[in-house]
């Protein structure tokens, strides 16, 4: 999003007829609201998005490959797993602190690791091991080493083996398509995603909660999974309000995850999930509501559940989780391009007096 220059939206008026319009971020676009607010707050709120523009801020050359930044001809690519068995509470207690240590030191603008994007996947113990994928750009003179200097840091004094699953170059578009990090699980399961920003490391309390929900005995599923990602960089250096996602400041990103095919365990894993997650959260509602450790909800990993009062007890609506203080604005935009509320769904930005 902090590239996108322009958008196509079919909208609708107040009378009812559709039009396609161009916002663009340039100031005196009369119709740059309409460009702000699809910078992170799109998603089914004010039309249909029909065309999208993507220039680098600050890019000014004709040339098309000159306007975004410049892939990296390799990536260094690695996913190493640490075997359930060998864990106990105190060593996953480890890595989960380990791991957010380490980005609370690297996750500034400009350090070395701002060229590296990784994730912690905690997964439910009947998967047999927990794993952490890495990407780091190869061009780099000592991305062997900053790689090896990053899996020690995160092992360190774990006290189990770190088994080495990958780890090899890759051009860069195959390894951001095809390699089997990143690739998802078949798209016709039934599924259930929650997020939540951090903006500390993990506490002792949340280490203990996830070991208890992930080493659960009356639930074992190897499609439950929290995977923890990198956050920050240049990330960081946009300012809230420049863009409709407000999340600014975090070093980590989680996303709960849960897989399955059978409908008729809904009921059971829909519980699982709500529980980890409320008691992840216990302390501000059961949700991570914007304070000194955590930072609100990601839109794109919607959940209905926080706008439940069962579930999010915690006195803060849905709108400040996902958009903080950019909410507000986001709806006298919707006021201005979807008068009618055409555009609705569970956690659509409500027009203002709603």
């Not at 220059?5 to 971020?25: L, Q």
């Not at 996947?121 to 927990?130: D, Q, R």
């Not at 578009?173 to 939540?196: C, E, I, M, V």
Request: net charge positive; hydrophobic share 35%; glycine share 8%.
């Amino acid at each position: 999003m902090d590239h996108l220059y322009a958008v196509e939206v079919v909208v609708v008026d107040a009378n009812g007829t559709a039009r396609a319009v161009v916002a663009t971020r340039d100031a005196g676009d009369p119709n740059r609201d309409l460009w702000w607010a699809h910078t992170g707050g799109g998603g089914g709120n004010f039309g249909v998005v029909t065309k999208y523009w993507f220039r680098s801020p600050g890019a000014t050359r004709a040339q098309p490959a000159q306007l975004l930044p410049k892939a990296p001809s390799e990536m260094l690519v690695s996913t190493v797993a640490w075997g359930w068995p060998e864990l106990n509470e105190t060593s996953f207690g480890r890595i989960m602190k380990n791991y957010g240590a380490f980005y609370e030191r690297n996750s500034a603008p400009g350090t070395p690791y701002a060229r590296m994007f990784a994730y912690l996947n905690l997964i439910h113990k009947a998967s047999g091991v927990c794993t952490m994928v890495t990407q780091i750009d190869a061009r780099l003179p000592d991305a062997e080493r900053l790689l090896d200097e990053y899996l020690a840091a995160v092992h360190e004094g774990v006290g189990t083996s770190l088994r080495v699953l990958d780890r090899r170059r890759l051009p860069w578009l195959h390894s951001a398509t095809q390699w089997p990090g990143y690739s998802a699980p078949d798209n016709t399961t039934r599924f259930k995603g929650k997020s939540a920003f951090h903006r500390k490391n993990f506490s002792d309390r949340h280490a203990a909660t996830f070991y208890k929900h992930l080493t659960r005995d009356d639930y074992g599923h190897p499609g439950a999974i929290v995977q923890v990602m990198a956050h920050g960089g240049q990330i960081n250096t946009v300012p809230s309000p420049a863009t409709a996602l407000a999340h600014r400041d975090s070093i980590l990103k989680l996303n709960y995850l849960n897989f399955w095919t059978d409908p008729a365990e809904d009921a059971k894993h829909l519980g699982w999930m709500r529980e980890f997650y409320r008691d992840v959260y216990a302390g501000t509602g059961g949700v991570p509501v914007p304070n000194d450790e955590t930072d609100g909800c990601f839109i794109n990993y919607a959940d209905v559940d926080v706008a439940d009062p069962k579930w999010n007890t915690s006195q803060t609506p849905w709108s400040q989780l996902y958009y903080k203080d950019n909410y507000p604005k986001l709806q006298q935009v919707k006021a201005r391009w979807d008068p009618r509320d055409v555009f609705k769904h569970t956690l659509s930005v409500r027009p203002p007096g709603r």
